[in-house]
């Protein structure tokens, strides 16, 4: 389980390191063997445990063949996917085209999600922030939002 916020610097070799405390579950959980690919929403990149990823790669393998939509989906999704495996300094290398999508470049933010974590520029991520605390909610949208989490 991913969560929290952590602001992180990235060297010049695309590398970020994970937080300490995710160390051990990381190393239970997948062994240390990741992968990244592009987010669909935003300009961001999505952090997937292995075995996480494979269940996600199932559900595509299920999906029909023919459908133009899913295609275009598929073809982004699996064709931006890198399987990465920590260094002993528990690194990821994030590679130049992913970097590149994302606009990575030293100051990046990880964001835990849950089973995944997304990786985003600083400035992108503030700029998001800053739009979501101006955003107009409702009280009823937050209500039905809540409803769904079950909290």
Known sequence: MFRGYDELTMDAKGRI?????YHQRIEQGCEGRFVVTVDLRETCL?????????????????????????????????????????????RLLISPELRQFAHLDKAVVLAGQGKK????????W????????MADFSAVHLAQAIDKLAL
């Open 126 to 133: 503030d700029a998001m922030s800053a739009k979501a605390q």
């Open 117 to 124: 974590c997304e990786l985003w520029h600083k400035e992108a």
């Open 17 to 21: 390191g994970l937080p300490s405390r």
């Open 46 to 90: 999505a952090i997937y445990p292995l075995p996480e990823w494979e269940k996600i790669e199932e559900q595509f393998n299920a999906l029909p063949a023919s459908d133009p939509a899913l295609a275009l989906l598929k073809r982004r999704i699996l064709g931006y996917a890198t399987e990465v495996q920590l260094d002993g300094a528990h």
